[in-house]
Each structure stands twice: as C-alpha cells, then as structure tokens.
C-alpha cells in the first residue's frame, strides 16, 4: 500500500525567506506521480506542483520547486522568496500512475512572518 | 472559472440527525470525492465515484453513504450523525486517470460540520 509521511506539522518562515517542507513516501510502484497541495486559511485547496516519478528533472514552479530523490522516496517542497500570502497548510500526496486515488500525508501547517 | 461547490460552509446538527452534504461541480469531471479532514490525521476518503450511480468506499466509509444520481452532483450522506463525525469535509472532483490524466483534484472550499 502507498503511504506518505510528512514529519513536520508546523513550520515557520520569516517573509522573503526560503523555506523546504519535507515528505517521504512508500510505494512499490514503478509509475506514479507526487504532489504538493496549499490550503490556504479559510480558502479552498489547490495545487502546487507536480513530479511525475519517471522524469528526473525536478519540477518547478515560479517560486515553488522541488527536490526529488526516488531512491530514497524522499519530495520536499521549496519555497523561495516566502510571502505573506504563503501562509497554508500544505499536504504531500500521490498517485498510482491510471488509478484515481490520491494519497494524502498528514500536512504541514506554514506560517510566513512579516 | 471553474469551480467545485459545498451547499454549505458551516453545518450544526444534534447526535442522531440525518445529515446531507452536497457538492456540484461544473468541468464535467467523472471522478468525485468526499474526504474528511481531521488535524493530525491529514485526508481521508470517505467515498468516491467514477460515474453516475458508481460508488467505492474509501479508507472510512463505516457511518457514511453517498449518492450520485447525475454526473455534476454527488452527495454524502450520515445516516445517524454522532459526535466523532464533527470534522472538516471536503468533496473533489478530477478527470479519469486512465485517460491519461495526472489525477489532479479540484476541491470545494470545505464544510464544517459539528454534532453536538
């Protein structure tokens, strides 16, 4: 069964400040696909930024990249130049490649300061 | 803009009370979701459909059913709210994955639901 860890619950970032928010999972898929979630207060989640496991390169997204090392399982989430509207929980998650369930972590809650 | 709409943000009901949560949305998306959200336990799924009438239990569905009668509307149901049902629950919508597809999901804005 797939499962994703997330170890953090809380962290905090000084504004324009970089911060990387951890996530292990586990699988014995070949094909999947990894995500970060945001959930911004009060707001609806959305997503970030995906990998899909076969590509090496590290996706990117304007300030939002991250680092994945498929060995280890391991996919931290990177946000440069932290802002105001960072503040979220964000939650790790994946999927089998052609199946249709996300499996989430237990998020971490991101609190940007001024 | 599309969207993914909960009939309702905040919801109060008694121990015992039937409860109905709601969702539409509008991207003409097969797949649906209901997720519980819970501090510390992250998401879990409740109940998801691939079609109209279709259903599969999650990793929680025990004091939950669901409904979908047409594709844009699919409803979760507690038969008889109890207290450990107090949470956050969020319904999801995404396109069918075997269509080559990532499984990205689209999420309503929540409904918070208290039984006292």
């Known amino acids: 069964a797939q499962t994703v860890t997330q170890s953090q619950p809380e962290m905090s970032v000084q504004e324009a400040e970089t911060v990387t928010l951890s996530c292990t999972y586990d699988?014995?898929?070949?094909?999947?696909?990894l995500f970060w979630y945001k959930q911004p207060p009060s707001r609806q989640m959305i997503l970030v930024i995906r990998q899909e496991a076969y590509k090496q390169q590290n996706a990117t997204e304007n300030r939002f990249s991250v680092n994945f090392q498929k060995a280890a399982k391991s996919f931290s989430l990177k946000i440069s130049d932290s802002q105001l509207g960072d503040t979220a929980m964000y939650f790790c998650?994946?999927?089998?490649?052609?199946?249709?369930?996300?499996?989430f972590g237990t998020g971490t809650r991101l609190q940007v300061f001024p | 803009d599309v969207k993914v709409t909960q009939s309702s943000r905040y919801l109060v009901k008694r121990t015992g009370e039937k409860v109905f949560l709601e969702c539409v949305q509008d991207m003409d998306h097969e797949n649906m979701f209901w997720y519980r959200q819970d501090p510390g336990l992250g998401l879990r799924l409740i109940y998801f459909s691939y079609d109209v009438k279709m259903k599969e239990k999650g990793d929680i569905p025990e004091g939950y059913s669901v409904s979908r009668e047409k594709k844009e509307r699919f409803s979760l149901i507690l038969e008889s709210a109890s207290t450990n049902q107090t949470s956050m629950y969020l319904c999801a919508s995404s396109l069918w994955a075997s269509g080559g597809n990532t499984g990205e999901l689209f999420f309503g804005e929540g409904s918070r639901l208290t039984v006292l």
């Open positions: 998650a994946s999927i089998k490649y052609n199946t249709d369930k996300l499996i």
């Open positions: 699988t014995s898929e070949n094909n999947y696909y």
